[in-house]
């Protein structure tokens, strides 16, 4: 069993070359399966807006419901750091919102940092934001509260922008930075530039971390996926199918059997 994973952690393992491994979780049962698999870093993302609550963006998600699912997901972690997403209007309204919402995660989820989308036109949150002792997971690149406004999910391949916006949160104080759809070359080009470590999804090998969302990892999400995710089982076709092996022996009266009586 590994010791919790601090902030001071995951920049010695940047400084050490070794690999951070992010992932989501949103309940229970599954962050207590990834605290006790390894993972250093448990995103409670607003994901959770599409992958558990059935939306079309993460958009709908409120912090209610972030406090909710991090809360759930905080209780079952011992090892992996838990972060938990800022969700959309909860800190682009001003600075007071934005850190009485980032402080809500630490006092009422036991979450150990806070992640927002944004580069250098939050910045100056993420510095509000660290000041009061918060530390702050930035994102830039594809960032998917900003869907309308970028036409979409889009690879983001300016340069120049892309780096002034991870240098401007590094600066802001942010311990990381996401980087989502971002072109392999450039996203090593900030790492390298990055003193904090960067997590890459769908930015590459050369990032200092990876993060997926767990339910497409473990294949219960199906369907068409993002090129970046790479299944590693597929669960949601073995559910289906013991559900329907339930379904059948129910309606043939094999379940119950004598075995599963008192």
Do not use: W
Not at 90 to 109: C, H, P, V, W
Not at 186 to 207: H, M, Q, R, S, V
Request: proline content about 4%; glycine content about 8%; hydrophobic content about 45%.
């Amino acid at each position: 069993m590994q010791s919790q994973i601090t902030v001071p952690k995951l920049f010695k393992m940047k400084e050490r070359g070794e690999k951070i491994a992010a992932l989501t979780a949103y309940d229970y049962p599954f962050a207590k399966l990834v605290d006790e698999s390894g993972v250093h870093m448990i995103l409670v993302g607003d994901s959770l807006g599409m992958v558990v609550q059935g939306e079309c963006s993460t958009l709908p998600v409120t912090m209610d419901e972030m406090i909710y699912h991090t809360r759930i997901v905080a209780r079952a972690c011992s090892n992996a750091m838990v972060v938990g997403d800022m969700p959309f209007m909860s800190y682009q309204t001003g600075m007071a919102d934005a850190i009485a919402n980032a402080g809500r995660f630490l006092k009422e989820t036991r979450a150990s940092a806070v992640k927002l989308e944004g580069g250098a036109a939050v910045s100056h949150i993420i510095e509000a934001v660290v000041k009061c002792g918060i530390p702050v997971q930035a994102h830039i690149g594809l960032t998917p509260q900003s869907v309308h406004q970028m036409g979409g999910y889009k690879v983001q391949r300016d340069e120049d922008r892309l780096m002034a916006d991870a240098l401007k949160v590094e600066a802001a104080g942010a311990f990381s930075v996401v980087l989502e759809g971002i072109p392999a070359h450039i996203a090593a080009k900030i790492t390298k530039a990055l003193k904090i470590p960067t997590i890459g999804i769908g930015a590459g090998p050369d990032c200092d971390g990876q993060i997926l969302v767990m339910h497409d990892l473990l294949g219960i999400n199906e369907g068409r996926l993002p090129k970046f995710v790479k299944q590693y089982a597929t669960l949601g076709q073995e559910a289906r199918s013991a559900i329907k092996q339930y379904v059948e022996e129910v309606q043939l009266s094999r379940f119950p059997a004598e075995e599963h009586c008192y």
